[in-house]
């Protein structure tokens, strides 16, 4: 059984609102590490509120079809058993914080303490989270001085601390500089391995750094389901997101006839200097 499993989800934001998802099923099995790609409008943001359990609520319903997480549809499950299951973290993470917290320690604490564990189990959890994103030194700090990297590190040990089967992560790093977006795809990439991580994004960067399946959502719907040299090569890639460079040179040296038939594209820097080197060695 999928963890998640997305059945002909067709979905708008009222009766006279555009359709937002339109006829979309996805499924996700527990441990995968999935990026779903889109561009502005695609309605990337709105999946990852669908997979995370924030929707349906109130009169936001599907037209038709369901989410299912472990076979059961997200009304059916109870907030406690939606916390234990998935968390969703944003990629605003002054928003992810519970305002009722005066330390790091606090606002780890604060989510385990609602779910009524003994105090020894949240204690060993808030440690856990403490080191997993590298927060220890920040423990005593107040959550609303730190800078936004230190935050969204902490939204997500705050998330984590919940011990959920799955994390979706929606443009965790949109607002970051580039050295902060690396720390935290590295701290990220550290997470155990056994956590379904869903990540949503308008960047290739991050993806390529995290998931090894790649969903590629354009107007509502899938128009692509696979690994990374299968979505790069699809015509919609780059025209949403434009193409690594070091992927756009070596495309313009096949259309040339100068890269082997079957080699795959590089998709960072270091995979093409080992194949340009190789490629220019069986030339010469």
């Given at each position: ?23 979309l ?17 695609s ?40 916390a ?15 305002g ?40 005593d ?14 939204s ?14 929606d ?20 997470l ?15 993806a ?30 780059s025209?949403?997101?434009g ?28 995979r ?7 490629i ?5």
């Amino acid at each position: 059984m999928a963890l998640i499993a997305i059945e002909n989800l067709v979905f708008a934001y009222g009766p006279k609102m555009p359709v937002i998802l339109d006829g979309l099923s996805l499924s996700i099995e527990a441990g995968e590490r999935v990026a779903i790609l889109g561009g502005n409008g695609s309605g990337k943001t709105t999946l990852a509120h669908w997979i995370a359990g924030w929707l349906p609520r109130a009169a936001m319903n599907a037209t038709s079809g369901a989410v299912l997480a472990n076979g059961k549809a997200w009304p059916a499950w109870t907030a406690l058993e939606r916390a234990e299951a998935v968390q969703f973290v944003g990629q605003i993470p002054m928003q992810q914080l519970s305002g009722f917290a005066f330390t790091v320690y606090d606002e780890l604490v604060f989510g385990p303490g609602n779910l009524g564990l003994e105090p020894d189990e949240i204690r060993k959890r808030a440690d856990w989270a403490l080191d997993i994103c590298n927060l220890r030194h920040l423990v005593d700090r107040d959550p609303f001085t730190l800078s936004g990297g230190e935050q969204q590190r902490l939204s997500i040990a705050a998330a984590l601390v919940m011990h959920p089967k799955a994390l979706v992560l929606d443009e965790p790093t949109g607002n970051f500089d580039p050295e902060s977006r690396d720390n935290l795809l590295d701290q990220i990439n550290r997470l155990p391995s056994d956590l379904t991580i869903i990540l949503c994004d308008m960047a290739l960067k991050p993806a390529l750094a995290i998931a090894k399946r790649f969903v590629l959502l354009d107007g509502g719907r899938i128009v692509a389901d696979g690994g990374a040299q299968e979505i790069l090569s699809h015509p919609r890639t780059s025209a949403i997101f434009g193409m690594p460079a070091v992927m756009e040179a070596a495309l313009l040296l096949q259309q040339a006839g100068h890269w082997p038939a079957g080699e795959d594209l590089p998709l960072t820097f270091g995979r093409a200097q080992e194949q340009f080197g190789r490629i220019t060695h069986v030339a010469g």
